[in-house]
T-cell receptor, first 113, second 115 residues
């Protein structure tokens, strides 16, 4: 069965600083991996996903994530944080084939001016 | 409609009453998921429907919770004899599991408050 661990329930960075949100997964088969974002009082929307092919995936709003099979990780990064990036971020995993989508506990990102 | 639609958007109910939450997925999406998001918590998986396969009910927290999906489209999540700990936002998502993993699209959720 798949599972996801997000290290750090809260991350705080200064505006302009690097954003790094950590995600590790476990899966018995090569997984599909996702990052979703939830802005305050809004629904979840997809930031980016990894299915096959290139392991460095670029998403919306300048975010990217790298699939590292050897480390079972899919960390989310952004070179320079913006105030508008303040939100809850969720990592999710799905096994290949028709399997359920499992989410991590989420990381709340705060941006300090 | 173009997106996943959930109704009602807000529901206040008295402890012990039954509630039904509705989800209208995106047309053509074969998979439908229900999640629960409690204050300060992540997304707790509840149940997953995929096509005509038997649903994965492994996340339902008790036998007071049940869900069905009629005609491979609309889904209803039913909570019987509601308790205060059932208060949460219930989220529905749908996607198309064809070749490769499609993006799961989420509804805006139903905020359930049990008083």
């Amino acid at each position: 069965a798949q599972s996801v661990t997000q290290l750090g329930s809260h991350v705080s960075v200064s505006e302009g600083a690097l954003v790094l949100l950590r995600c590790n997964y476990s899966s018995s088969v090569p997984p599909y991996l996702f990052w979703y974002v939830q802005y305050p009082n809004q629904g979840l929307q997809l930031l980016l996903k990894y299915t096959t092919g290139a392991t460095l995936v670029k998403g919306i709003n300048g975010f990217e994530a790298e699939f590292k099979k050897s480390e079972t990780s899919f960390h989310l990064t952004k070179p320079s944080a913006h105030m508008s990036d303040a939100a809850e971020y969720f990592c999710a995993v799905m096994g290949q084939g028709a399997q359920k989508l499992v989410f991590g506990q989420g990381t709340r990102l705060t941006i300090n001016p | 409609g173009a997106g996943v639609s959930q109704s009602p958007s807000n529901k206040v109910t008295e402890k012990g009453k039954d509630v039904e939450l509705r989800c209208d997925p995106i047309s053509g999406h074969t998979a439908l998921y229900w999640y629960r998001q409690s204050l300060g918590q992540g997304l707790e998986f509840l149940i997953y429907f995929q096509g005509n396969s038997a649903p994965d009910k492994s996340g339902l927290p008790s036998d007071r919770f049940s869900a069905e999906r009629t005609g491979g489209s609309v889904s209803t999540l039913t909570i019987q004899r509601t308790q205060q700990e059932d208060s949460a936002v219930y989220l529905c998502a749908s996607n198309y599991l064809g070749q490769g993993a499609g993006e799961a699209f989420f509804g805006q959720g139903t905020r359930l408050t049990v008083v």
